[in-house]
């Protein structure tokens, strides 16, 4: 064998397979989609209508939906709505919680002992329009950018992070989403705005709630994030995160140390991977939503959490709107059937097989 040969093999094989497959600025659009949609599936009460949503996932059943809703509306300031809503296969209304303890449910996540947590994205104060000299800056109360753990019947657990907010070792700032190990360890991604001056971390807590190690900062690099949006976890045990506005997903072992970035499912709001490594990685942004994407489309990609292949794309029933996006939230159960939370359109759409 050549040495030129023998370097081109060992280049091959220490190089990622995502940097081998596909560059980062090529589109991933045309690949078949073997979904259909069902739209209207999940039923609300007579009289209320869908607010927006970011926040689905699948109960321990496999069956079983959650979804945090924002009341309605765009947030539950005020509202009496309960925003925690489980909906069973069929899509019928079983449970609900929450009224007055949630201001603008972002992430949700329904741990192995069937606990449902919650991430409370925003404080509560109250809105203000141009010239309002009576509503007050700030309320009596503040609650909100805290990470909230509830029984499966609506008893609050546990609480993670100040009220109303706080950075630095207080945590949090506008935190994005949670995900919880069977052992109970607690990841929290945290940096919704895009701003030089947002948090932009992930931080690892144990089941007490108590912090054991955080990484990350507002930036471009490599373990650097901006708008670390969603969090999921593969069979190897590897802690994915969505980098929405660095347009990838960033791999990570338990520790925070870096394993690889993977570009070709595009800018992601939402990241879900199965037992079996499948992983549907939604981008609600690129097209008119991001005019600095046009090229890729929004939608929800479907590939290899293994290897990094994407092999289907169910696209955004709406690609051209400006100001709607698609799916932000996503969700699988065990019969593959695909949930997308929509925040523009405030609908929950059911995506099942041809």
């Known amino acids: 064998m050549s040495r030129v040969l023998s370097a081109l093999m060992m280049f091959a094989l220490a190089t990622p397979l995502s940097a081998q497959r596909t560059p980062a600025n090529q589109p991933v659009n045309d690949l078949p989609n073997p979904y259909r949609t069902v739209e209207g599936w999940a039923k609300l009460p007579e009289g209320r209508t869908w607010g927006s949503t970011s926040a689905v996932t699948i109960d321990r059943d496999g069956e079983s939906v959650w979804v945090g809703e924002r009341c309605a509306q ?7 709505l309960a925003p925690i809503l489980k909906f069973d296969a069929a899509g019928n209304l079983v449970r609900s919680f929450g009224a007055g303890m949630v201001n603008w449910p972002h992430g949700i996540y329904v741990d192995f002992d069937n606990n449902v947590w919650v991430v409370d994205g925003r404080d509560n104060t109250p809105a203000r329009t141009p010239g309002d000299t009576t509503t007050p800056r700030r309320p009596a109360k503040v609650t909100g950018h805290q990470v909230l753990k509830f029984s499966p019947t609506g008893e609050l657990l546990l609480t993670l992070g100040t009220p ?12 994005n989403a949670v995900y919880v190990m069977r052992d109970g360890t607690i990841f929290v991604a945290e940096g919704h705005a895009s701003n030089a001056t947002a948090n932009a971390r992930v931080l690892k807590f144990d089941r007490t709630g108590k912090l054991l190690t955080q990484w990350g900062r507002k930036g471009t690099g490599t373990g650097e994030f901006d708008q670390p949006h969603a969090l999921a976890m593969d069979s190897q045990g590897r ?11 960033q791999i990570f072992d338990q520790t925070g140390k870096h394993l690889d970035t993977w570009y070709q499912f ?3 709001s939402g990241i879900w991977i199965t037992p079996g490594d499948t992983l549907y990685a939604t981008d609600s942004e690129s097209g008119s ?3 600095t994407r046009p090229e890729w489309k929004r939608g929800i990609r479907i590939g290899s959490a293994k290897d990094g292949t994407v092999w289907s794309f169910i696209p955004d029933p709406v690609e051209t709107t400006r100001n709607t996006s698609a799916a932000e939230g996503v969700a699988v159960d065990a019969r593959g059937n695909v949930y997308g939370a929509e925040v523009g359109p405030r609908a929950l759409k059911k995506y099942i097989k041809r």
């Open 164 to 175: 109303g907010g706080a950075r630095d070792s207080l945590y949090f700032w506008q935190p």
């Open 289 to 291: 939503i991001a005019p």
């Open 74 to 80: 765009n947030n539950c300031v005020g509202s009496t």
């Open 266 to 268: 595009s800018r992601n």
């Open 239 to 249: 802690l994915f995160v969505a980098d929405r506005g660095n347009n990838r997903i």
